[in-house]
């Protein structure tokens, strides 16, 4: 079984700064792509940013220059350092990884998500 574990949302002001980490465990032979997604109120799941499979990287275009995304391969985590915050960030933010657990295929896996708010 493999679980991922979310921390770092909270409560900021305009202007301040998150980081979020995100972190795999249980019976993992490989990730081939992790990253970050998020939900606001009545709205669809939106990609915020990921590492592809081939490692390069992806991010929506409300973040670049904002948010980064980094990751610890040895640990299995991936984070998202978020700068400048706006209260349009404001959502449930998302971990996702795409993992072998015993080398035959991949299946995707979710954090349980985490709230982060900004306020003006």
């Known amino acids: 079984q493999v679980q991922l574990a979310e921390s770092g949302g909270g409560l900021v002001q305009a202007g301040g700064s998150l980081r979020l980490s995100c972190a795999a465990s249980?019976?993992?032979?490989?990730?081939?792509?992790m990253g970050w997604y998020r939900q606001a109120p009545g709205k669809q799941r939106d990609l915020v940013a990921t590492?592809?499979?081939?490692?390069?990287?992806n991010y929506a275009d409300s973040v670049k220059g904002r948010f980064t995304i980094s990751r610890d391969t040895a640990k299995n985590t991936v984070y998202l350092q978020m700068n400048s915050l706006k209260p349009e960030d404001t959502a449930v933010y998302y971990c996702?990884?795409?993992?072998?657990?015993?080398?035959?295929?991949?299946?995707?896996?979710w954090g349980q998500g985490t709230q982060v708010t900004v306020s003006s």
């Open positions: 996702y990884m795409r993992i072998s657990q015993y080398g035959f295929g991949f299946n995707d896996y």
């Open positions: 249980g019976s993992i032979f490989s990730i081939n792509a």
């Open positions: 590492f592809t499979s081939l490692g390069t990287t």
